[in-house]
């Protein structure tokens, strides 16, 4: 099994840039070209939050638009860029839609080896997460039922302190509550989130979590507490997630354009040197 895993695609209205710097909308055109273009084509495709940069109806729209070449199922957690409300309007064509006033689940088709569970951390009107006693109730609630299934965790906020300052001062309120959950299930594989537009990996509860790289810009790599908030034009990714019949296995993929892919062997079965 193969899951894709886009992040923080930010989209804006047609013709606008976010930061009047950033094309988000072609680039995530290039990471859905570049994911069709792979030689395994995924099972699904999971966004992680901030879907879109306002939480407007034309942004979603758009988004749809950009989407539709994909050819694989989709799953969506929303960010705290993003509108619950309306993105339930917007999207007709996700495995599964939320039946409360949280957009989480959990979700398994017959012949998959894992089960995905999605987590809801959006503290509405706020850029930090929020896991209330209602949605860590919910989440210790699915585990339980099924402790032996290896399962995936996805949300848009991390669960841990990343470094970067001013995005760890709009990180995950609850993440205490979150990890203690997490340590009693050891079936879970991988927690994978959003938020960062950076890859970045810790453990929370003893389980291994990280963080998705963004279709679009990056935060500035800066750990200095107080550093300035800044984006950068890094190489936009985007994530693969592996089932290799025991585990999963994640690989970080540069969704740009770069040149090859070059052989390693001549014809005649000699290494090139």
Known sequence: MLIAQFS??????????????????????????????????????????????????????????????????????????????????????????PDTDFWHFSYQEPNWPIRIIGLDTVNAGQSSGLLCQERLDWFASVLDEDQETPTLVVMHHPPFITGIGHM?????????????????????????????????????????VMTAHSTAHTVQLDIARNATPMFKMEPAGYLLHWWNGEHLVTHHVNSDTFDGPHPFFEDSGQLIT
Do not use: W
């Open 8 to 97: 923080d695609t930010h989209i804006k209205p047609k013709g606008r840039l976010a930061y009047n710097k950033v094309d988000t909308a072609s680039m995530l055109a290039k990471a859905v070209a570049h994911l069709q273009a792979l030689p395994q084509k995924p099972d699904l495709l999971v966004i992680t939050g901030d879907l879109v940069d306002q939480g407007h109806p034309e942004e979603y729209s758009h988004l749809n638009e950009i989407l539709a070449p994909i050819g694989v199922p989709l799953l969506l957690i929303p960010g705290n860029h993003d509108d619950r409300k309306v993105m339930l309007d917007a999207f007709s064509n996700v495995l599964v839609k």
């Open 168 to 208: 760890d001062d709009i990180g995950l309120e609850g993440r205490e509550a979150f990890a203690d959950i997490v340590r009693r299930h050891s079936n879970i594989e991988l927690i994978t989130c959003g938020h960062l537009h950076r890859n970045i990996r810790s453990l929370v509860g003893g389980r291994a």
